[in-house]
Nanobody, 115 residues
Framework: QVQPVESGGGLVQPGGSLRLSCVGD????????MAWYRQRPGKEREFVAS???????KIEDSLKDRFTIYRGAGENTVILHMSALTPEDTAVYYC?????????WGQGTQVTVSS
């Protein structure tokens, strides 16, 4: 299974925005589900948002007012747009994909919200 690649993390001030990108194998017609998870310091990995091929999107209830997920330029690219960030959003953000033959995690991208 080809590992997805995340990018876009970094240091941002409280109240700021970031856009994370997850790119899967663009040649894979069997990739149908892409999701973002995050792992905050000292906590377990948690669901953030997901997008199913065909357009159905889901966002964790507590994040709906600030986070959006949508397809990027490629068929197997998803963007997580985060706004009004707080220090509580500091985490490693991981992309997870599902295809007809398996699943795969990305390496993660660090997001740090600090002044």
């Amino acid at each position: 299974q080809v590992q997805p690649v995340e990018s876009g993390g970094g240091l941002v001030q409280p109240g700021g925005s970031l856009r994370l990108s997850c790119v899967g194998d663009e040649t894979d017609d069997e990739l149908y589900y892409m999701a973002w998870y995050r792992q905050r310091p000292g906590k377990e990995r948690e669901f953030v948002a997901s997008l199913v091929k065909g357009g159905f999107a889901k966002i964790e209830d507590s994040l709906k007012d600030r986070f959006t997920i949508y397809r990027g330029a490629g068929e197997n690219t998803v963007i997580l747009h985060m706004s009004a960030l707080t220090p509580e959003d500091t985490a490693v953000y991981y992309c997870w994909i599902k295809t007809d033959v398996g699943t795969a995690w990305g390496q993660g991208t660090q997001v740090t919200v600090s002044s």
